[in-house]
């Protein structure tokens, strides 16, 4: 298990260097620039190079380059342009909310996914199985902010069984220890604010799960249907062994194997920040912020949020082969 946890590191190096190089190109090839976005039409060609040369922005593109990898070397993301702030600190504010909002969407994707998936495969052509798969579809097509629009005007502003905006009331009075409301709550005690963190959850986390949940129970009953149909299912049931023996040692463990690759690349897109759901829910996310530094320019800010979404993505990997070779052996000697 170590040495395929190092081998799967070592791989991850020149990814991820050849990515810095890409991303810094691309983005200093977006049409405009931070310049034009902060001073605005009328700003002269003079103010503009004196704001070019404030930021650096003037010098050879290979002498940024090597600024930027120096500072992030150093685990220094650069100022934002906008707040002057540290980019590290800005995600630091902000990143919790969007883990909290991910983490709830991908839970309600696998714990109600997975099972109705697997029953679904197991009644073929029944009325549980017809049910899902339409479901899954309209949770396809049904686009993101519609739905979300939706919840909070029935649950929200129509019934008031949830909340509709932020991520804890105006009038809990909650000691922040991490920025996770909900663990923050069960940490001192004040389970009264992590109950109030955890409902305003619900609307968004259902709104942001619609799609990842519609995937899972497609992939899941696909891989059960495909697993089913294997001659050791068959050998083991003609053993006489018990269905549970079954469905858990030789069904599940198998069918989980897609299912796995595809929770992994959901929770990726997830956490990469759901700018539609939290503009809709008024959630201090990381989306809401990528949005304005997409609008203005701001280059560290950019540079660093698709730079620590690859790493996510790159970690997620490396848990997605790690739970492989749990699940299935043979990943450890290939």
């Known amino acids: 298990m170590l040495r395929l946890i190092v081998r799967r590191l070592l791989q991850l190096i020149p990814t991820l260097l050849g990515l810095t190089v890409l991303l810094f ?17 009328r700003a002269t060609e003079a103010d503009r190079r004196q704001m070019e040369e404030a930021l650096g922005l003037d010098q050879p593109m290979w002498v940024q380059y090597g600024r930027w990898m120096e500072r992030l070397v150093q685990l220094d993301l650069g100022n934002s342009v906008r707040t002057g702030q540290p980019v590290w600190e800005e ?4 990143f919790p909310a969007t883990v ?32 899902a798969v339409s479901a899954s579809l309209v ?33 809990i009075d909650a000691t922040e220890v991490t920025g996770f409301f909900v663990l923050d709550g069960i940490l001192t005690g004040e389970f009264d604010a992590s109950w109030d963190a955890l409902e305003h959850l619900i609307l968004p986390g259902v709104a942001l799960a619609s799609i990842p949940l519609a995937v899972v129970v497609r992939i899941t009953r696909a891989s059960v249907l495909d697993v089913l149909g294997e001659d050791y299912v068959r050998t083991a049931e003609s053993k006489g062994l018990k269905q549970r ?14 299912v796995i690759t595809t929770v992994g690349l959901l929770t990726g897109s997830l956490l990469s920040g759901a700018v539609l759901t939290e503009s809709v829910f008024s959630f201090n996310g990381i989306g809401s912020f990528i949005r304005t530094a997409i609008d203005i320019r ?4 950019l540079m660093g949020f698709i730079l620590f979404i690859a790493v996510i ?5 490396l848990l997605v082969d790690l739970a492989y070779s749990l699940i299935d052996p043979r990943v450890r000697v290939n």
């Open 100 to 131: 909290e909002l991910a983490v709830t969407g991908i839970l309600i994707a696998v714990v109600v996914g997975i099972p109705l998936g697997y029953f679904a495969a197991r009644r073929r052509g029944g009325w549980l199985d017809v049910t």
């Open 298 to 301: 701001d280059y560290p800010v």
């Open 91 to 94: 995600f630091t504010l902000r």
């Open 245 to 258: 023996v079954v469905r858990g040692r030789h069904v599940m463990r198998n069918a989980l194997l897609p």
């Open 139 to 171: 949770g396809v097509c049904i686009p993101v902010f519609f739905l979300a629009f939706l919840l909070r005007a029935v649950f929200a502003v129509n019934l008031g069984w949830l909340p509709s905006v932020g991520r804890q009331s105006t009038g």
């Open 313 to 317: 993505y790159v970690v997620i990997n």
């Open 25 to 41: 190109l691309w983005i200093h090839r977006l049409p405009g620039g931070p310049a034009s976005a902060l001073l605005g039409e």
